[in-house]
């Protein structure tokens, strides 16, 4: 299973852009990665997927290099509600295929 | 989209009872479904693979005669914590992969707190 790295946490303020980097040195060719957003005392968001180059839908982008071995999920314009932890996650998405969380970065926005 | 339902979302309990969590998968069919733990300020822990008609896959240092899981249907997956005591009390989170995509669904959790 691919290992991930990501930051503990972030600080930013309302109406920036926040980009959080997660580390998968030893990803596999047939993983996917994808970002998750939870709220406390809430089950984990899907945020956005990707395999390859860049991938943009109504919340987020996410950038992954061509080796593969990163991905910086990029929030635009954030705003006090994207306060949450944002997990990076590796795997192939096979049915049996479990994925295994790493410690997530914390997102503090500030007014 | 895809959603997982998961039910209760808190309960209390005494020690030494049993709690029955239960996950479904509202709109898709999940031959697998994952049961995962939650301590405060901490990432989620996989507990179990949930394998519909056959016995679920523990992770190692879970007990699986303390946390039975049953896959009985495509769409539904049950935890039971047996005879709970305070040190099992924690968030579970259940989650399901759609098979029409690589995404996994997560059921909005239950806090568990034992007396």
């Known amino acids: 299973l691919a290992k991930t790295t990501q930051p503990i946490s972030m600080d930013s303020y309302e109406g920036q852009e926040v980009n959080i980097t997660c580390s998968h040195n030893n990803i596999a060719t047939n993983d996917y990665i994808t970002w998750y957003q939870q709220f406390p005392s809430q089950g984990p968001r899907f945020i956005i997927q990707g395999y390859k180059t860049k991938v943009t839908n109504e919340v987020a982008s996410l950038f992954i290099p061509a080796d593969r071995k990163s991905s910086t999920l990029s929030l635009p314009r954030v705003s006090l509600s994207d306060t949450a932890v944002y997990y990076c996650?590796?795997?192939?998405?096979?049915?049996?295929?479990?994925?295994?969380f790493g410690g997530g970065t914390r997102v503090l926005v500030k007014p | 989209g895809a959603v997982v339902s998961q039910h209760p979302s808190r309960v209390i309990c005494k020690s030494g009872t049993s709690v029955k969590i239960e996950c479904r998968s509202l709109?898709?069919?999940?031959?697998?479904m994952f049961w995962y733990r939650q301590f405060p300020k901490q990432s989620l822990m996989l507990m179990a693979t949930s394998n519909e008609g056959s016995k679920a896959t523990y992770e190692q240092g879970v007990e699986k005669d303390k946390f039975l899981i049953n896959h009985a249907s495509l769409t539904l997956s049950t935890l039971t914590v047996t005879s709970a005591h305070p040190e099992d009390s924690s968030f579970y989170i259940c989650s399901a992969r759609s098979p029409k995509s690589e995404k996994l669904f997560f059921g909005s959790g239950t806090q568990l707190s034992v007396l």
């Open positions: 996650l590796v795997g192939d998405g096979a049915a049996g295929n479990k994925l295994t």
């Open positions: 709109d898709f069919q999940a031959t697998t």
